[in-house]
């Protein structure tokens, strides 16, 4: 099992970045998937998750500027960055969920990929 992340880089003070992630095998439909950060400092906190249901759920900070999404078909979960701000700066994470039935999951986590914001 294989996550793939992609797409941070160095962006300005109100500019966007979308950040991809790619699940290798067939965990991807069977998965809840976030994305979280960890500044420099700071414990690693989770921005935004997407259920394999379908619902999504939100951290306050970003709620209104970023958007999560999955495409099963395609085995990616994007978020769509927005409003970018300084405080945003992080490394960020995909994590996957992989139901294994009778109530239990694993976790497994992408290598995290650098979001710089500049003031």
């Known amino acids: 099992v294989q996550l793939q992340a992609s797409g941070g880089g160095l962006v300005q003070a109100g500019g966007s970045l979308r950040l991809s992630c790619v699940a290798s095998?067939?965990?991807?439909?069977?998965?809840?998937m976030g994305w979280f950060r960890q500044a420099p400092g700071k414990q690693r906190e989770l921005v935004a998750a997407?259920?394999?249901?379908?619902?999504?759920n939100y951290a306050d900070s970003v709620r209104g500027r970023f958007i999560i999404s999955r495409d099963n078909a395609e085995n990616t979960m994007t978020l769509q960055m927005n409003s970018l701000q300084p405080e945003d700066t992080a490394v960020y994470y995909c994590?996957?969920?992989?139901?294994?039935?009778?109530?239990?999951?694993?976790?497994?986590w992408g290598q995290g990929t650098q979001v710089t914001v500049s003031s």
């Open positions: 994590k996957a969920n992989v139901k294994r039935g009778w109530g239990s999951a694993v976790n497994y």
């Open positions: 095998g067939s965990i991807f439909s069977h998965s809840d």
């Open positions: 997407i259920f394999l249901s379908g619902t999504t």
